[in-house]
């Protein structure tokens, strides 16, 4: 039996056109395991606010919640590129810096090389660049260094990371 968690759900999913509902279905995916899942749009934000103001209450609520979280389970699919969301990926490192546990999910598990475009470097034989010439790191990583080493990253959604999880 595992001790009851809650869990912060970090990830892109919050601009989902049916973002309020998808985060209840997490939710409950938590609560099948044991866990209270905390969804970012759970936060009722003021109706008063705009603009900057606006962006500074979410990420306040945000930290808040990240805070009071015994782990982070993010989305670290790509979004918008070849990448994980940006948002998300500080997520991940706040919540490393506060020794909290964190698990990601993402849908490719091929290491990043190959994921991200790129040719042999004709100055560095073996070694990988992009398009505008910057590494693209080959350590047979599904995802950045820094993201792998923030905790642990499961190949496949939700569900399979709370399984890997329970185990």
């Not at 009851?4 to 309020?20: E, Q």
């Not at 934000?45 to 009071?68: C, F, K, S, V």
């Not at 670290?76 to 490393?96: I, K, Q």
């Not at 091929?110 to 790129?118: D, G, I, K, N, Y």
Request: aromatic residues 8%.
């Amino acid at each position: 039996m595992s001790i009851s968690k809650t869990i912060y759900l970090a990830g892109f999913d919050v601009f989902r056109p049916d973002a309020v509902a998808h985060g209840q279905r997490l939710q409950a995916l938590c609560a099948e395991f044991g866990h209270t899942g905390l969804f970012p749009l759970d936060n009722q934000a003021p109706t008063d606010l705009h603009g900057e103001a606006l962006a500074m209450w979410i990420y306040r609520a945000n930290i808040a919640l990240i805070q009071r979280s015994d782990v982070v389970l993010a989305n670290l699919a790509n979004f918008r590129g070849h990448e994980p969301d940006s948002g998300t990926a500080f997520e991940v490192g706040y919540a490393a810096a506060l020794n909290k546990a964190v698990w990601g999910y993402t849908d490719d598990c091929r290491p990043l090389v190959q994921q991200v475009p790129c040719t042999e470097s004709p100055e560095s034989p073996g070694s990988w660049v992009d398009a505008q010439g910057y590494s693209v790191e080959d350590f047979g990583l599904p995802r950045n260094l820094m993201l792998h080493g923030a905790g642990c990253i499961v190949v496949g959604g939700p569900r399979a990371a709370l399984e890997a999880m329970q185990r």
